[in-house]
């Protein structure tokens, strides 16, 4: 069984940078395809990021390209979200999650969410 622990979340301001991370247990993410979401107030999940389990392919939703960076450490077991030029509308939970693509329903296992609010 999986278990993903997101951290790092917190209140900034606008054009602030943050980095939420996931640590990951039970298997080992040299393996795992893994992802970000995120659930603004109010409104669905929204894919923001994935990182193949090799590591030589990301994707971004277009409203974070640029801006988002995920990365991974497979010797530390966890995976990176940098969020940099950070906007009000990037208020959301993120998730970690492992097992899929881009696709919610494709991901497996999941995290409990760290809250990430930027205020202007």
């Known amino acids: 069984q999986i278990q993903l622990i997101e951290s790092g979340g917190g209140s900034v301001q606008v054009g602030d940078s943050l980095r939420v991370s996931c640590a990951v247990s039970g298997d080992t993410i040299s393996r795992i395809n893994m992802g970000w979401f995120r659930r603004p107030p109010g409104k669905d999940r929204e894919f923001v990021a994935g990182?193949?389990?090799?590591?030589?392919?990301?994707y971004y939703t277009d409203s974070v390209k640029g801006r988002f960076t995920i990365s991974k450490v497979n010797a530390e077991n966890t995976v990176y979200l940098q969020m940099d030029s950070l906007k009000p509308e990037d208020t959301a939970v993120y998730y970690c999650?492992?097992?899929?693509?881009?696709?919610?329903?494709?991901?497996?296992?999941w995290g409990q969410g760290t809250q990430v609010t930027v205020s202007s």
């Open positions: 990182i193949r389990y090799t590591g030589t392919e990301t």
């Open positions: 999650a492992a097992g899929g693509w881009i696709v919610p329903e494709s991901y497996i296992f």
